[in-house]
């Protein structure tokens, strides 16, 4: 059993940047492929990030060149760095895990546990 608990989030003008961090608790964190999602009210939960076990990443274009994901498995950490900021990057940010670690995936749909989530606000 993994459990994430988000923050970092905030209230930014578009062009800044925010960093989230999510920590895990557990000693098993290297074993689990991470993410992140964000939502809307009244929209679905979309894909941000992901990095699997290997530090392998993988993006949504819609962040692409903008957002930096990493973690840290000594400390049990993902963090998403986020520049470049946008009216459309508004939304509730979700951290997420599943195994195999090997395998991070789009899909929110196959991942086993999921943080209360924070808050960005980007203004104009």
């Known amino acids: 059993q993994v459990q994430l608990v988000e923050s970092g989030g905030g209230l930014v003008q578009a062009g800044g940047s925010l960093r989230l961090s999510c920590a895990a608790s557990g000693r098993t964190f290297e074993r689990y492929a991470m993410a992140w999602f964000r939502q809307d009210p009244g929209k679905e939960r979309e894909f941000v990030a992901s990095i699997n076990w290997s530090s392998n990443t993988y993006y949504a274009d819609s962040v692409k060149g903008r957002f930096t994901i990493s973690r840290d498995n000594a400390k049990n950490t993902v963090a998403l760095q986020m520049n470049s900021l946008k009216l459309g990057d508004t939304a509730v940010y979700y951290c997420?895990?599943?195994?195999?670690?090997?395998?991070?995936?789009?899909?929110?749909?196959?991942?086993?546990?999921w943080g209360q989530g924070t808050q960005v606000t980007v203004s104009s």
């Open positions: 997420a895990a599943k195994t195999p670690g090997w395998l991070a995936s789009s899909n929110a749909a196959i991942y086993d546990y």
